[in-house]
């Protein structure tokens, strides 16, 4: 039921977690505020894919490169650029199979997303 209703409010699935005796969850929100998105200094390529991650989940580069209409090299650059801001992890190496997803960010109601 929680990740039924995480998702239909478009938040992301809550992690579950057992540590020795205890069950724990930890529930996420979208740290991507426009006003995070904008510090960032992010292109509109950047914006336009960060969109279509949170939608579908997960990104490829084969995908980045469509979605925005760029060459390999530039899709290269601009995914490494977003790994770097820690904006998106990358899950793979190289090759088939690679692929990007958000980063999710630990925050407590005391801190900032700086």
């Given amino acids: ?6 998702l239909a409010h478009a938040l992301p699935e809550p992690d579950f977690v057992q540590r020795g005796g205890e069950f724990t969850t930890a529930l996420w929100r ?3 505020t426009a006003e995070v998105v904008t510090r960032l200094q992010l292109n509109d390529r950047q914006r336009l894919a960060i969109d279509f991650i949170k939608t579908h ?16 090299a530039t899709a290269s650059r601009d ?7 820690g904006v998106w992890e990358k899950v793979g190496t190289t090759g088939r199979g690679t692929h990007y997803v958000l980063a999710k960010k630990r925050i407590t109601n005391a801190s900032n997303t700086s």
């Fill in 30 to 32: 979208d740290w991507l």
């Fill in 79 to 85: 995914l490494d650029e977003l790994v770097t801001k």
């Fill in 57 to 72: 989940g997960q990104m490829t580069n084969s995908e980045y490169q469509e979605t925005v209409s760029v060459s390999r």
């Fill in 1 to 6: 039921m929680m990740i039924r209703e995480s």
